[in-house]
T-cell receptor, first 114, second 113 residues
């Protein structure tokens, strides 16, 4: 019963490097989300997807790209990492559009940009 | 836009004390309300939820009542334990906008023996 799995769990990058964070869910959920968590800021939505092949911008999308080629996977890319992107990144999934359903979260990826 | 305001922490309590964490919200629609808990080094877990006015969500001794008249969803527990030490997030989702969650900034709870 894996739920939402994020890889990697930790990563250190240098400014300007690129990387991709992977989120995989095994619950057949339609909706998937990427958040970042910063001290004193709560969680802020970066991008989300309402189904395979779809993506949409959230509150803080600049500097990130996403793809949802398969229903179970949602990838978050940093093309040219900046120190301001040092954060903890969480992926979440949700069965469908009804607002009364909770989102299910992964354990996070801690990313440091030097 | 939608927003959630939580009391700032940390909240420091002794074991068996009564807990209240205040949460108020503003929303353009008729939201569902959630409390999530984050233990150190982990992701967020749903603690409880309420989907309409006067609903009471409860789980693991925690309770929160959806108060539409005061736009509040305060979290309470009658007797906290050391194992309740965590960060608690209040959040809302409205039926429009693909049900994205709007979070408060989180309240850290520290319980000492």
């Amino acid at each position: 019963n894996a739920g939402v799995t994020q890889t990697p769990k930790f990563r250190v990058l240098k400014t300007g490097q690129s990387m991709t964070l992977l989120c995989a869910q095994d619950m057949n959920h339609e909706y998937m989300y990427w958040y970042r968590q910063d001290p004193g800021m709560g969680l802020r939505l970066i991008h989300y997807s309402v189904g395979e092949g779809t993506t949409a911008k959230g509150e803080v999308p600049d500097g990130y790209n996403v793809s949802r080629l398969k229903k179970q996977n949602f990838l978050l890319g940093l093309e040219s990492a900046a120190p301001s992107q040092t954060s903890v990144y969480f992926c979440a999934s949700k069965e469908d559009t009804y607002s009364n359903q909770p989102q299910h979260f992964g354990d996070g990826t801690r990313l440091s940009i030097l | 836009g939608d927003s959630v305001t939580q009391m700032e922490g940390p909240v420091t309590l002794s074991e068996e004390a009564f807990l209240t964490i205040n949460c108020t919200y503003t929303a353009t629609g008729y939201p569902s309300l959630f409390w999530y808990v984050q233990y150190p080094g982990e992701g967020l877990q749903l603690l409880l939820k309420a989907t309409k006015a006067d609903d009471k969500g409860s789980n693991k001794g925690f309770e929160a009542t959806y108060r539409k008249e005061t736009t509040s969803f305060h979290l309470e527990k009658g007797s906290v334990q050391v194992s309740d030490s965590a960060v608690y997030f209040c959040a809302l989702a409205v039926s429009s906008g693909y049900s994205t969650l709007t979070f408060g900034k989180g309240t850290m709870l520290l319980v000492s023996p």
